[in-house]
């Protein structure tokens, strides 16, 4: 089916370790973006990118590092994971027509120990 | 200061009957939009309605509206008929501003719980 593709679906860390989370769209959306969410605080926008080779911060960057080399993949990088990193991730992507809605990624669930 | 708001952390409502999820925001653009999603117990982010700040009509995508009040800044949406499968925690969220920005501004959500 077509949409956005997440993996993977549950990680447990531990302090220290470094991963990658993988996003990818076949929709040919220009617009990709990475939030955590985590309880009673929503959602919040880490890193985004209106298109290959342009990527930019979000809201809570520290820690994280992206990458657009196509436009169908866009990986979310964790450095050196710390137990605040503990929470659940989702990719978007979005045309970049005003007023079009973002698809959803299924989430990955992050846990670091 | 919270650009969006939902003041209702969790809500009740009776299977069949219509229910009204709050939603105000915060901005001094003139061009905004604002996105109401559902995320049910499963985790996944689901779109149902979108309403942008020029239209003059209130959005409807089958049982749901989106009762947009500009001057009192809130974008309500409201669920027709409810369905068992209506319960999860619902979101609203904005984007602000023309041109590039397709950030979103999400609230903290109202849980929806219907009852048979």
Redo the contacts between chains.
């Keep these: 089916n077509a949409g956005v593709t997440q993996t993977p679906k549950f990680q447990v860390l531990k302090t220290g370790q470094s991963m990658t989370l993988q996003c990818a769209q076949d929709m040919n959306h220009e617009?990709m973006?990475w939030y955590r969410q985590d309880p009673?605080?929503?959602?919040?926008?880490i890193h985004?990118s209106?298109g290959a080779g342009i990527t930019d911060q979000?809201e809570v960057p520290n820690g994280y590092n992206v990458s657009r080399s196509t436009t169908e993949d866009f990986p979310l990088r964790l450095l050196s994971a710390a137990p605040s990193q503990t929470s659940?991730y989702?990719c978007?992507s979005?045309y970049?027509t005003?007023?079009t809605?973002?698809?959803?990624g299924?989430?990955t669930?992050l846990t670091v120990v | 200061a919270q650009k969006i708001t939902q003041t209702q952390p969790g809500m009740f409502v009776q299977e069949k009957e219509a229910v009204t999820l709050d939603c105000t925001y915060d901005t001094s653009d003139q061009s905004y939009g604002l996105f109401w999603y559902k995320q049910p117990s499963s985790g996944e982010m689901i779109f149902l309605i979108y309403q942008g700040s020029y239209d003059e009509q209130n959005a409807t995508e089958g049982r749901y509206s989106l009762n947009f009040q500009k001057a009192r800044k809130s974008a309500n949406l409201v669920i027709s008929a409810s369905q068992l499968g209506d319960s999860a925690m619902y979101f609203c969220a904005m984007r602000e501003g023309g041109g590039n920005n397709r950030k979103l501004i999400w609230g903290l959500g109202t849980s929806l719980a219907v009852n048979p």
């Excluded at chain 1, 009673?40 to 926008?45: F, K, Q, T």
């Excluded at chain 1, 809605?101 to 959803?104: S, V």
């Design positions: 617009y973006s009673g605080m929503g959602l919040r926008l985004y209106v979000g659940v989702f978007a979005s970049s005003w007023g809605e973002a698809f959803f299924q989430g669930r």
